[in-house]
């Protein structure tokens, strides 16, 4: 399961900075409507992926509903902080490209795409679960 996670989170991280190096090229972020909100959710998958799979790899739990709030909660944290690091260049360039009603939607898409991300992986446990009880006997 490790391995299915981990390479979900590298090809969604890859497919992510890919898409934001076209989408700042061609200025989509400016001409597509909510595709910041899109790119927000789909950067709350990948935050997910790659959290769960690291807890999982350095062996601190194992994959329960623990692990997988923590997932959830350390990718909200890691929306927070982006908004904070989004904040600090605005306040260094003096540009003024963000709102809190922008971070506040910001950080919802964040956490949309984390629980999508969890919805996936425990339903796919789940399923991992009744599939082997179901052969084993």
């Not at 900075?17 to 950067?43: I, L, P, T």
């Not at 909660?73 to 809190?100: H, K, P, R, S």
Request: glycine letters at 6%.
């Amino acid at each position: 399961m490790t391995k299915s996670i981990l390479s979900t989170a590298a090809a969604s991280g890859i497919a992510l900075f890919a898409v934001n190096a076209v989408a700042s090229y061609y200025h989509w972020y400016d001409r597509v409507q909510y595709f910041d909100k899109w790119m927000h959710v789909f950067g709350g998958v990948f935050v997910f992926c790659a959290l769960l799979a690291f807890l999982l790899q350095i062996g601190w739990m194992q994959l329960t509903m623990r692990a997988i709030l923590a997932a959830i909660v350390l990718t909200i944290v890691v929306g927070f902080l982006w908004e904070v690091y989004e904040y600090v260049i605005q306040q260094w360039t003096g540009a003024q490209l963000l709102t809190i009603p922008d971070s506040i939607t910001d950080l919802i898409a964040d956490t949309f795409g984390a629980l999508i991300a969890a919805g996936v992986t425990f339903f796919v446990q789940d399923a991992k679960k009744r599939y082997n009880t179901v052969n084993a006997n």
